[in-house]
């Protein structure tokens, strides 16, 4: 499912005017992805697998910065700048172009000894100059299971 929707986002942020068209690759960092199911879901994992699946499916057309380990890069640079450890070369820190953010939202039904969910993955894309959303995307999966204690 995870694979399905990166790859059908990873296509849709690339067919955007602002992505596909650019002089050269836009930078987009995430936001955090709000979880409004009942599902527990590690919203790390859930961002590593995302992220891991655009970049493949991107081809190049979008940098996605390292947004999560900002404390850990900027550390880093200062050693750099300092001397303490060697730079290849000297760049000012990549500003972001754009904000992908998401929400997952659920709906459970229950019948008999069956439970079925649709959980809905919604995105967007939002232009970190103008606060235009760019694009946006909804996808959907039902998934069937057995029903739970807390059913009754």
């Not at 940098?63 to 640079?77: G, K, P, S, V």
């Not at 909804?138 to 204690?149: D, I, P, S």
């Amino acid at each position: 499912d995870l694979r399905t929707i990166a790859q059908r986002m990873a296509r849709g942020i690339v067919t955007v005017p602002q992505i596909g068209s650019a002089a050269s690759p836009p930078r987009v960092a995430f936001l955090d992805v709000n979880n409004r199911t009942n599902q527990i879901i590690d919203k790390e994992i859930f961002l590593n697998s995302i992220r891991t699946l655009l970049i493949q499916h991107s081809q190049g057309k979008v940098i996605f910065l390292d947004r999560a380990r900002i404390n850990q890069i900027m550390a880093e640079r200062e050693l750099k700048r300092k001397g303490v450890v060697g730079a290849s070369e000297r760049k000012i820190m990549s500003g972001v172009d754009f904000f992908l953010t998401g929400e997952l939202n659920a709906i459970d039904k229950v019948e008999g000894p069956s439970r079925l969910t649709y959980t809905r993955y919604s995105f967007r894309l939002t232009d970190a100059e103008s606060s235009d959303i760019i694009w946006e995307d909804a996808y959907e999966v039902k998934k069937l299971g057995k029903r739970g204690v807390f059913d009754q």
